[in-house]
């Protein structure tokens, strides 16, 4: 062996060997994922995120590079506390990775810098964003940027009890024609109060429980705004709307529901399980919920024969100003604002991963949600799932959302401790809207439209 | 007399010793050594200093702070950042900002220049992608970023990573849309380099506006003056602080007294039942009245057997929701009265009491004339003390009826709290929940000085007129 041949040899063996150590470099990231408003059938949420850690990793294995992820989650059963912790976790730099919440929190997160925007780390062109519904791609965005990817699809749903309609006269094709009535604005709100009080009169359903609506705050109660011809925000300004015309329907509306002995005035804070339980007994004359409460009432209360026990439709209009509607409140995949950014390209990449459809459909099969692309909408374990088949077809299209604005919040407690004072009785409906009107006005000031 | 002398010097065996001349020549430098520190004094002080430091003035000074800002979960805690974003320029607009400013603002270009390049190489992007970026797109210019990252993603040598390809895209991008300036000098200059005709005052009102952080104001403390609510619930926190206070200090006092006059044995068996409520964790002592008093309770349940009024009563009307919040909160307080009023009772000469029966007396009486002017120090002490405690209670309201039905039994401590810290819509108003805190400091301060003043809490400390 020459010296040049033993120069050559060892050049090579150490670039050889340089290779193999660089190659044998491991990465390592801890990915931290929080979920707020999570129950155990909503569990896919932060399994995805796994799922798609371990398939990255392999990935990564046949590239040649030694890629370990840990999915570190945690998840909250409410929002209060989730959302709580998420704000003071930001402040003391301990804020996890991957933030799922709801899609309003992306208006002030996004001005508190809790976020950074997800579009400077994912590609919206290519598989799999590039098959997620546009509507959904918007409520993610923010002033000009999408911050979020979609995590789930939902619509607010009202229910009516086969039975019930039966008793009080309702033929089996005047039942299957209801959705088309409501949604049409045929039959409204107040036909339903009339309609669910003949069944008490009855004594099919006991009194007070003919209409059990939601038993705590959320979104869904801004479908009876909608009801009543309520929007929630001038498109063309982008400020919130304060409709004092529709707010009062909507409170009265309750209030005549209270009057006419359908609900109880002190229904409000009921407790989530006794409500499902009732639910799932056959025990009330109408309800609304979401989408996802058909998982907890099949699974979870043991509600069987769903569709001969009940008939869903949009949430009927109020008068003739409102129309049917529904609210969706999607969750979105957040990035945070805390690590590095390299931790931030990781965890944008899972979440890209967490969103094929074959992931996504298990989550939304598992928790009652609906699909939150086109494709997803085809893989035959979602298409034929009837409950996420029938809910896409016949509620999402008719959907809309809570707005992304910082202010929103503001408005949205303002409007909902007005409804509760009106409908406990604690104060007359004219003096509930006008307390709501001074509470958003001296904290939002010209930031809302008064009308 | 004689014997107290004795007893005051055999404490101090050196002065004894001491020519009464020389004591008082010592008392001088005495008395000047005090002013000096001691340092063994100042170490076994510091643990007690740092923790009033901590969890005490440093809490109450960040309140004030914040109570004189407009601090939200939106507008962060730690500050804020300059961003210039498209909802800001359509207000800005509406406002009639000039049409130029507003466009040099928004406008974006994307070219790729040989400066854009350097950048790019500086900042170590791979050098065969920056070849075929220079090879491919050198002197053009694109629509926006968006464009751009399209025709960069088709390049063969791009980085794998999105992210990487997106960060290349930013050296040949000038905008300042959406980009957050931490420092003020940073979004000044960017806004100068990309609209140099922007005057002073315009670019003064769009850095204002387009700050995301907290402002000094006091506009919390008007809000509150001028919502209706505020009045409701100040009424709400009289009512309730004035008839919880009452429950607490008559209910302790009688079961004290009632206690006393029982054999000692079971006399302490029923004092520790009253403390039960103090020691039943607060989260199922709320579940427990849950169960006792909503509409499928315990309650609810017998009367309706026997024919009474059947519903949920901590949340059915407003009168039973404020018994409910009273006697939640009234059998913890009424079991700490309780304890400190059957110390104080014991500390009586039961001397007294023999004499009284000899003179005829009766329990009233006794009770009247011996025990109630006996207790005037724990009676003002439990009142100031329940005082301030109901002042800041929520807990209990918030587990229970959580400040309903409607907001009739919300009080001042829980509308602070959640609107500082536990909201549904996850908007935390820091600045306006810490007003409302600061204004319970100060009503707390105020009705501590009023009570010493009417207790004569001066005359209780005095030194003793007689000697024992």
């Known amino acids: ?451 | 007399m004689t014997e107290t002398a004795t007893l005051t010097q055999g404490s101090r065996p050196d002065a004894q010793a001491r020519p009464a001349g020389q004591a008082t020549e010592v008392a001088q430098p005495t008395g000047a050594k005090r002013t000096r520190i001691s340092p063994l004094g100042m170490m076994m002080l510091a643990p007690a200093l740092i923790v009033v430091t901590l969890f005490l003035i440093t809490p109450a000074v960040l309140t004030t702070v914040f109570s004189f800002t407009n601090m939200t979960s939106a507008t962060g805690i730690t500050g804020g950042a300059y961003v210039i974003s498209p909802n800001l320029l359509r207000d800005l607009k509406a406002e009639g900002l000039d049409p130029e400013v507003l466009e040099a603002l928004g406008g974006e270009t994307v070219s790729v220049d040989q400066a854009g390049l350097e950048a790019a190489r500086k900042a170590g992007t791979d050098p065969r992608f920056l070849e075929e970026i220079e090879d491919e797109f050198l002197g053009k210019s694109f629509a926006d970023s968006r464009t751009f990252f399209g025709s960069l993603k088709k390049l063969p040598n791009r980085p794998r990573r999105i992210v990487d390809v997106k960060r290349t895209a930013t050296f040949f991008s000038h905008s300042i849309l959406n980009t957050r300036f931490e420092t003020r000098d940073g979004a000044v200059s960017a806004i100068r380099s990309i609209a140099p005709a922007i005057g002073p005052e315009t670019l003064e009102r769009v850095l204002e506006r387009s700050y995301t952080g907290w402002v000094w104001t006091t506009e919390n403390f008007v809000q509150l003056l001028t919502k209706p609510n505020t009045w409701r619930i100040v009424l709400n926190t009289a009512f309730y602080v004035a008839v919880t206070l009452s429950f607490n200090v008559l209910v302790g006092l009688f079961v004290a007294i009632a206690t006393f006059y029982m054999p000692r044995r079971t006399g302490s068996l029923f004092n520790a039942l009253w403390l039960l409520p103090r020691i039943t964790p607060v989260v199922l002592y709320a579940i427990l009245w849950k169960w006792l008093t909503w509409d499928t309770g315990f309650l609810a349940v017998i009367a309706e057997q026997i024919g009474l009024p059947s519903f949920n009563y901590m949340k059915g009307s407003v009168g039973t929701a404020w018994m409910i919040v009273v006697m939640t909160n009234g059998y913890v307080g009424a079991s700490l009265s309780m304890i400190l009023f059957s110390g104080a009772l014991r500390t009586i000469p039961v001397q007294q009491l023999w004499a009284s029966e000899v003179d005829g007396a009766s329990r009233w009486q006794q009770v009247r004339y011996i025990i109630l002017p006996q207790m005037r120090w724990p009676i003002l002490f439990v009142t100031c003390y329940a005082t301030l405690s109901l002042l800041s209670s929520y807990e209990q309201i918030w587990l229970t009826t959580d400040g309903g039905p409607g907001n009739t039994t919300t009080v001042w401590a829980l509308e602070a709290f959640k609107t500082a810290l536990s909201n549904y819509t996850g908007n935390l108003q820091y600045g306006m929940g810490a007003a409302m805190a600061l204004i319970l400091v100060i009503i707390g301060l105020g009705l501590s000085v009023l009570y010493l003043r009417l207790f004569r809490f001066d005359e209780l400390v005095e030194k003793p007129k007689i000697e024992f």
């Open chain 1, 1 to 451: 062996m020459t010296i040049l041949k033993r120069t050559t040899a060892a050049a090579l063996a150490v670039a050889l060997l340089s290779g193999t150590a660089l190659s044998a470099q491991a990465k390592d990231y801890t990915v931290k994922v929080w979920a707020g408003g999570t129950n155990e059938n909503s569990m896919y949420r932060v399994k995805a995120i796994e799922m798609a850690a371990d398939f990255l990793q392999r990935q990564a294995a046949l590239r040649g590079e030694e890629l370990n992820i840990t999915v570190e989650n945690q998840t909250w059963s409410g929002w209060d506390d989730f959302k709580q912790a998420v704000t003071l976790a930001n402040e003391s730099g301990t804020a996890p990775n991957i933030l799922v919440t709801g899609h309003e929190d992306i208006g002030p997160w996004a001005q508190a810098g809790v976020i950074r925007p997800i579009e400077d780390y994912v590609d919206f062109d290519s598989w799999p964003l590039n098959q997620i519904y546009e509507n959904l791609i918007e409520v993610a965005s923010y002033d000009g940027q999408i911050w979020g990817i979609p995590q789930d699809a939902e619509s607010r749903v009202f229910f009516f009890a086969r039975e019930g309609l039966s008793a009080i006269g309702y033929s089996e094709d005047q039942i299957e024609a209801l959705p088309e009535r409501i949604r049409e604005g045929e039959y409204t709100l107040y036909n339903m109060i009339d309609d669910v009080k003949k069944m008490q009169d009855k004594g099919l359903v006991a009194k007070g429980q003919g209409f059990a609506p939601r038993v705590k705050n959320g979104p869904d109660y801004w479908q009876f705004y909608q009801s009543f011809g309520g929007e929630m925000v001038d498109p063309e300004s982008g400020k919130l709307i304060f409709d004092k015309k529709a707010l009062t329907g909507m409170y009265q509306f309750f209030v005549d529901a209270v009057a006419k002995g359908v609900v109880p005035k002190t229904y409000l804070g009921t407790e989530w399980d006794d409500w499902h339980r009732n639910v799932a007994a056959g025990k009330y004359g109408a309800w609304h919920g979401g989408t996802w409460h058909y998982a907890q009432w099949t699974k979870q209360f043991k509600l069987d024969d769903f569709f001969g026990k009940t008939v869903f439709s949009l949430i009927p209009a109020g008068n003739a100003d409102g129309r049917a509607n529904s609210i969706t409140h999607p969750l979105v995949y957040l990035l945070s604002a805390s690590g590095s950014d390299d931790e931030a390209a990781i965890s944008a990449e899972l979440i890209g991963i967490a969103s094929e459809p074959r992931i996504n459909a298990l989550h939304a099969v598992a928790s009652g949600h609906l699909a939150i692309g086109t494709e997803e909408a085809k893989v035959p374990f979602y298409a034929n799932d009837r409950w996420s088949r029938e809910a896409t077809e016949e509620l999402l299209p008719y959907a809309n959302s809570i707005p992304n604005n910082a202010d929103f919040g503001v408005y949205w407690t303002a409007m909902y401790k007005g409804l509760e004072a009106s409908w406990t009785g604690a104060s007359p409906v004219a003096d509930a809207v006008k307390t709501a009107e001074a509470e958003v006005k001296a904290a939002l000031g010209d930031g809302i439209i008064i009308r």
